[in-house]
């Protein structure tokens, strides 16, 4: 029986045998209702930080998935750029697919895939603007290309070239050596838990997932089947 965390191909017969093979075996200590912080925000700082000191990069890698109007689904990979009990915090261009998502049906949820330690978190909730002052004060803490490179792309729209948008870039930067405005297409979305889910690998696919589901405004612990 391989080791905890060693691949181990089960399915030589499959007509994929590299993916249908492909198999992990999960070992951690066990997530238990009376280990749990009493909010969802305690206890996923806690795990943020064993995420950072496991030397994982970018932990504040999170998908968020939206859905339009239409129900037609989307989902990419953003940094969570700030954490409070008000919800999950991450920046875009207003105008991109996800920015017309959240225009249209405000609800999105967010996966943290922290597979080296065998640990995700999930998060469902609504989702709200920040105030123009809010994604000011992050917009000017960004690095100086960060900031041109916001006005440059024209985010989820088609280029024509690679050429045109290194162009668009230089041009900017000719326009705004030093300080480049906040751009009124852009800024940052919070999402508002109102439910996030824990899970730890076990063997035998025996997970352990507990779930934080609001209700009214308790915070309700759920453990559901793996």
């Known amino acids: 029986m391989p080791g905890p965390g060693e691949w181990c191909p089960v399915d030589a017969v499959s007509p994929l045998p590299r993916l249908a093979g492909l198999r992990r075996t999960y070992e951690g200590l066990p997530l238990l209702e009376a280990d749990l912080a009493p909010d969802p925000l305690t206890q996923f700082l806690a795990w943020f930080d064993e995420a950072v000191a496991a030397g994982l990069p970018e932990p504040n890698a999170m998908v968020v998935a939206t859905s339009s109007a239409g129900g037609r689904p989307t989902a990419r990979t953003v940094l969570l750029k700030d954490c ?50 809010q994604s000011a004060a992050y917009f000017n803490s960004r690095p100086y290309p960060s900031r041109i490179g916001a006005w440059a792309s024209r985010q989820s729209a088609v280029v024509g070239s690679r050429e045109d948008l290194d162009r668009r870039y230089e041009e900017l930067t000719r326009r705004w050596p030093e300080e480049p405005p906040v751009p009124d297409f852009w800024g940052g979305f919070r999402v508002i838990p109102a439910e996030v889910e824990f899970w730890q690998g076990q063997l035998a696919r025996m997970h352990d997932r507990l779930r934080y589901r609001l209700s009214g405004s308790e915070w309700i612990v759920e453990r559901l089947a793996p």
Do not use: C, M
């Open 84 to 133: 409070s009990p008000e919800g999950f915090v991450f920046y875009t261009n207003y105008e991109s697919r996800k920015g017309r998502d959240l225009r249209e049906n405000p609800q999105a949820s967010l996966l943290f895939p922290w597979h080296p330690i065998r640990r995700q978190v999930r998060v469902e909730g609504r989702v709200v603007r920040l105030s123009r002052e």
